[in-house]
């Protein structure tokens, strides 16, 4: 299994409060993800990035920012939750062997509830 | 944007049973890949195609990928419990900057 490892699994938290989920690898993959997952919405990029402090926006951004400033840790913030955010939230990170597709390993996911 | 599209949404089916789920776009992916996602587990990546009209196969399912690279199949043969689960396409290009899930498939295999 690929390293990768999310933190917390589970978190409650308050509407208007900061939150911020981390993703951790032991792979040393370029590339990392992180998606949310609602019932009917399937997997939805957020954010992701490919280096260390190169990031850049997916098709749900807005209200979410991250940072990466190491290669092994990928941080994701909400900046002011709300009850829209409550979701399952999950890491991922590819390698990019060109020309053989980006094949992503995922994290076992962060489970948030906004009240 | 590529978008993916996955049918049938559900399938529930008795053990021992045949079935094949498609995976369809109106773009062109260089390669396309298939997940297995378990309840409270992340997805986890089954196989990837690659070259136009490709087949792969993994034990009793069989994957493949249409000549243009637009759509895909997976097909499973006599179909167990154990492959319960959502199943996911997902297409890229060469860059990793535009990689997009399907849906997904829910199935449920009855004993």
């Known amino acids: 299994d690929a390293g990768i490892t999310q933190s917390p699994r589970h978190k409650v938290t308050e509407t208007g409060t900061p939150v911020t989920l981390r993703c951790h690898q032991t792979?040393?993959?370029?590339?990392m993800y992180w998606y949310r997952q609602d019932p009917g919405h399937g997997l939805r990029l957020i954010h992701y990035?490919?280096?260390?402090?190169?990031?850049d926006k997916g098709e749900v951004s807005d209200g979410y920012s991250v940072s990466r400033s190491k290669t092994e840790d990928f941080l994701l913030t909400l900046e002011s939750a709300t009850s829209s955010q409550t979701s399952v939230y999950f890491c991922?990170?590819?390698?990019?062997?060109?020309?053989?597709?980006?094949?992503?390993?995922f994290g076992q996911g962060t489970r948030l509830t906004v009240v | 944007t590529q978008l993916l599209e996955q049918s049938p949404q559900f399938l529930s089916i008795q053990e021992g049973e045949n079935l094949t789920v498609y995976c369809n776009s109106s773009?062109?992916?260089?390669?396309l890949q298939w997940y297995r996602q378990e309840p409270g587990e992340g997805p986890v990546l089954l196989v990837t195609?690659?070259?136009?009209?490709e087949v792969k196969k993994l034990k009793r399912l069989t994957f493949q990928f249409g000549d243009a690279r637009k759509d895909s199949s997976l097909h499973i043969t006599a179909a167990q419990p154990g492959d319960t689960g959502l199943y996911l396409c997902?297409?890229?290009?060469?860059?990793?900057?535009?990689?997009?899930f399907g849906p997904g498939t829910r199935l449920s295999v009855l004993p």
């Open positions: 991922a990170i590819s390698a990019r062997p060109r020309g053989q597709g980006v094949e992503a390993f």
């Open positions: 792979e040393n993959h370029r590339y």
């Open positions: 990035s490919y280096g260390v402090k190169d990031t």
């Open positions: 773009s062109v992916f260089s390669s």
């Open positions: 195609v690659v070259t136009g009209g």
């Open positions: 997902a297409g890229s290009d060469n860059y990793g900057q535009n990689f997009v």
